[in-house]
């Protein structure tokens, strides 16, 4: 079976430090893998997705980025966090042309930017 | 542009109670609808879906109604239990693509 592995859960860093979270999945072989964010109050907004190794697609500019090495890892960094990207981190999958259907979500980071 | 309006919660209710959380959207197509719950502690997983109007998701008890003379899909249970309590999201999704368009979420709360 398919298993999406998120790390870590939470996170607390200063300002101006860097970032990076991983996200693997396993069972599975070329899916889509997304990063959304979940700010207090808000919605999810799909930041980032990929169809493929070193095929990153952004949907919104941000102080972000993302990065696919192998085929079912997906890492979101960045090199100078600021306080508005603290939030709820959540990595997600697909196989296909996506839909709600066939995303499956990790468990989330929160990340705390002090 | 595609949106979803969800009530805002949270909503607190006790054991056993009707539960109703209003869902509407705004879509230039004929959009498929979703709700995704979060337990605490766990990531998001699809609750039900409904891919044109006037079906009817349903999964554990929960029920919503594609309405396109209304756009809604209002979630609905019977006599929801303590278990229930979650954040449950509405969303909307165009046919072959990547976004779903997300509600804000409403936190329910049971109370034994």
């Known amino acids: 079976s398919q298993t999406i592995h998120q790390w870590p859960a939470t996170l607390v860093q200063p300002v101006g430090s860097p970032l990076s979270l991983e996200c693997t999945v396993e069972?599975?072989?070329?899916?889509?893998l997304y990063w959304y964010r979940q700010a207090a109050g808000r919605g999810l907004q799909l930041l980032f997705y990929?169809?493929?190794?070193?095929?990153i697609s952004s949907e919104v500019p941000q102080n972000l980025s993302a990065s696919r090495p192998q085929d079912r890892q997906f890492i979101l960094s960045s090199k100078k966090l600021l306080l508005s990207d603290s939030g709820f981190y959540l990595c997600?999958?697909?196989?296909?042309?996506?839909?709600?259907?066939?995303?499956?979500f990790g468990s989330g980071t929160q990340l705390s930017v002090l | 542009g595609n949106s979803v309006t969800q009530m805002e919660g949270p909503v607190t209710l006790s054991e056993e109670a009707f539960l109703t959380i209003n869902c509407t959207y705004t879509?230039?197509?004929?959009?498929?609808l979703f709700w995704y719950v979060q337990y605490p502690g766990e990531g998001l997983q699809l609750l039900l879906k409904?891919?044109?109007a006037d079906d009817k998701g349903s999964n554990k008890g929960f029920e919503a109604t594609y309405r396109k003379e209304t756009t809604s899909f209002h979630l609905e249970k019977g006599s929801v239990q303590v278990s229930d309590s979650a954040v449950y999201f509405c969303?909307?999704?165009?046919?072959?693509?990547?976004?779903?368009?997300w509600g804000a979420g409403t936190k329910l709360i049971i109370k034994p």
């Open positions: 969303a909307l999704s165009e046919a072959s693509n990547y976004q779903l368009i």
């Open positions: 409904a891919t044109k």
């Open positions: 069972g599975t072989s070329n899916p889509n």
């Open positions: 997600a999958w697909s196989v296909g042309t996506g839909g709600g259907e066939k995303l499956f």
């Open positions: 879509a230039t197509g004929y959009p498929s």
């Open positions: 990929s169809v493929g190794i070193g095929q």
